[in-house]
């Protein structure tokens, strides 16, 4: 049963443990998905020293009922209305858990005043409000919604600041240059005798594709990512290289860097998670296995080490580490992300949304892999670009931005020749 005082029984893998009283809770947002069931099977192998305050999930209720049966969260948001009432009925009445629904359950279960950790692993611009909310509220804040940075990045890191927030970062690349520089007791990171920073990109699975090729691509090739098992949007965004796009993005804010000293180089092997270079020529890099516990296992245990469940890396085996130059002609959407910070303003939320409905058009077939970049670009095009002074202001233009693109898709008149749209 959830408590969060005094000696109790709590589930781990594989048996019931004496949980000690002084565990950290932790509320996992977008808990059905790739990184949540990560980070509960991080949490699983720690019971010690974790108790799972709420898990929350957009409407997949089968999913969500087994996890609040292994982890027993004091409360399980769906988003969903519908799913909610499911979830509810079908909850067995021995959990002790509440069920919430709507933002306003995942707002409130990242500033319950019992929640020390938030892990945001929403996917898409959906994450922003929690997210937000799990800053002000001064949460130790695993950060991999990267969406919800290169949105609203300047209100983010305000939010930090403000509410007194420690910011992990949980990006596999932000996870490993964060760990190649020194950091205060805060979590902030020192960014001031770094040269620039290096962030990895596999190339994902159209890496030799001609555009031709790419064309052609279906959503299961662009899902079946040679190194890291994701999401689905996540894999699209990386076979088109808008996820090291967003990533730059994050990198800036998360780092403080101006743009010029955030670098990107295509490492196919994802063994080398990025770089930081310093002035006397070091250059430190954080190697390992491409699995993301072990980025989740060092945010949870900072500033301590925890074990994750990754298998140690054999470079023996490994052989070989290639590095080359992104090829922008053929991977445009890296272009137009660095196009949007130096942009600035709402730019950066404009390119995200643009991006959010072109992938899921792509995954529901409608639009082709190659048509992505072309619909970024002219949503880019015919926005009007200001100052997020405001989280209303962003969600305005992240709006407006989805409309355009929605009408720039219906405008895609089919037999226009492939490179006709960069
Ligand atoms: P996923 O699609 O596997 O899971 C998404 C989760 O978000 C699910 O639990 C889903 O129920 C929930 N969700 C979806 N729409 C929602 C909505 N409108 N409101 C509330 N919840 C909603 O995604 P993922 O691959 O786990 O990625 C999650 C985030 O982490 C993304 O921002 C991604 O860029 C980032 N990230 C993922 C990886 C990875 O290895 N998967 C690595 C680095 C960063
Ligand atoms: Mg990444």
Redesign the pocket.
Known sequence: MWSCTGICAGLAVGGLVAVAANRRLVSVL???????VSTLDVIGRHSDRFGVYAL???S?VDALLAQCRTFQPRYAVM?DEAAATQLRERLPPALDTTVLQGESGLVQVVTASEVDVVMA????A??LSSTLAAAAAGKTLLL????SLVMGGHLLMRAVREGGARLLP???EHNAIFQCMPVGKSAKPRTDHVSRVVLTASGGPFRQWSLEQMAEATPDQACAHPN?S?????SVDSATLMNKGLEYIEACWIFGLEPARVEVVIHPQSIVHSMVHYPDGSVLAQLGNPD?RTAIAYGLGWPQRLTSGVPPLDLVAAARLDFAAPDESRFPCLRLARESVAVGGTAMAVCNAANEIAVAAFLAKKIRFTEIPWIIEHTLERMDIVEPTAVSVVEAADSQARAIASVIMADLQQPKRVTERF
């Open positions: 977008g808990c059905t998905g790739s990184i949540g929350t999930a957009h997949s988003v692993a929403i996917v898409g959906a994450g991999a919604n990267k969406e949980i990006d596999s890291w994701m999401g689905r949007k996540i993301m």
